[in-house]
C-alpha cells in the first residue's frame, strides 16, 4: 500500500462503496489519507458494511437520483470509482429495464458529472465475466470481445465501457475501465443474486448441501478482494492505465466442485452437493483471464492464494455471522427499493 501514498488529501467519490469490492476499496483510500464519500442505496449492501472511520463520509441513496449526483460532486471529488451497478446475471434476466436504467443512464450521468466537475480520473468497474461472452479464446486477453452476449447484464456492462469511450475520446476525461473476474473475500453478503463463494459458504455453515448447476467441472477465475483493491488503486493513479481496460484477475481457473469442497472441508458440513439445472444465460463452461495487459501496465500482480484467499473469506464469516445472517437476502423476488429503480452496490 506504501505505493499508493498520492492518494493521501484526494477526494474520492466511491459508488456502490457498501458492496465487499466498494468498502474494501474505501477502507484502504481512507487509509491512505483520502477523504471519501460513499454513495449506496443499500438495495443490495448494508450500512454496517462501511467503515465508520472519520475520512469516510456516507450517503444513503441512487445514482440515478439527480439530487444525490448533486450532492456528491458538490465536493468536486479528483477521483470517481464506479461500482455501483445493478447486479448481476440474474437479476438482470429478471428485470431488464432496471438493468439498463442503473448500468445504463446511472453510468452515463456519472460520466457527465465527472466531466462537469472537472474530475482527474474515472475508473470504472467492468466485468470480464460480462462483455468476452462464451466463444472468445482462453485466456481471455482485451482485446478479443464479444457481442454475443447472454445476459442484459453483460450488455449494459459493455454498453458502461462504451460510454467510458466517447466521453474519453470526445470530452478528454481520464477513464481506466477495470474488467473483474469472479470476486470473493470479505465484505460480501450472501443472497438470491450474490455470487457463488459467499452463497456456498452461507449455506455450509447452515449445515446445507451445496448446489452445483451443471456438471461441477465448470471453472471460474476467482480474485480475492484485496487484489483486485491493489489494481483499482493502481488504476486510479498511474497514467499508463489512462485509456485501456485491463483484466483484474487471478489468471487461475478452479473448478467449481473442487471449490464446493473447499468450502465443506473449510466449514465442517457433512451435507455434501446436490446438482441442479444450468441456467439458460450460464453458457461459459470456463473462465480464465490473461493479466498480461495489467501486469505490464500497472505493476499488477495478484498475490493472494485462493487457499488462502477462502479461508480469510470463512474466517470473516464466522466472527461476522450473527450479522451476516441478519442481512442475507434470499427472498422471493426483487425488494421495493430496486422497483422503485435503485442501484445495487457491486
Known sequence: MDEHTDYA?????????????????TRSLAALGARVMVVDDLSSSDRWNVPSVPEVLFVEGSILDEVILKRAFMERPDVIFHLAAFFANQNSVDHPEIDLSVNGLGTLRLLEYSVLGGAERFVYASSG???????????????FISMDLSSPYQITKMLGELYCNFYSNHHGLKIAKARFFNSYGPGEVPGQYRNVIPNFIYWAMKGQPLPITGSGDE??????????????????????????????????????????HMVNSATGNTAGVRFVARRSWDTKMRLLASIDRASELLGYEPRTDFEEGLDKTVNWFRENWETIEGSARFG???????????????
Open 9 to 25: 488529501n484526494k477526494k474520492v467519490l466511491v459508488t456502490g462503496g457498501a458492496g465487499a469490492i466498494g468498502s474494501n476499496l
Open 129 to 143: 465475466c460480462s462483455i468476452y461472452g462464451s466463444k472468445s479464446p482462453l485466456p481471455l486477453r482485451e482485446e
Open 332 to 346: 422471493p423476488g426483487v425488494s421495493s427499493a430496486v422497483r422503485e429503480m435503485t442501484v445495487v452496490a457491486r
Open 219 to 260: 471453472t471460474r477465475d476467482f480474485t480475492f478482494v484485496e487484489d483486485i483493491v491493489d489494481g483499482l488503486l493502481k488504476a486510479g493513479r498511474l497514467d499508463a492505465a489512462v485509456g485501456q481496460e485491463f483484466n483484474l484477475a487471478s489468471g487461475k481457473e478452479t473448478r467449481i466442485i473442487d471449490l464446493a
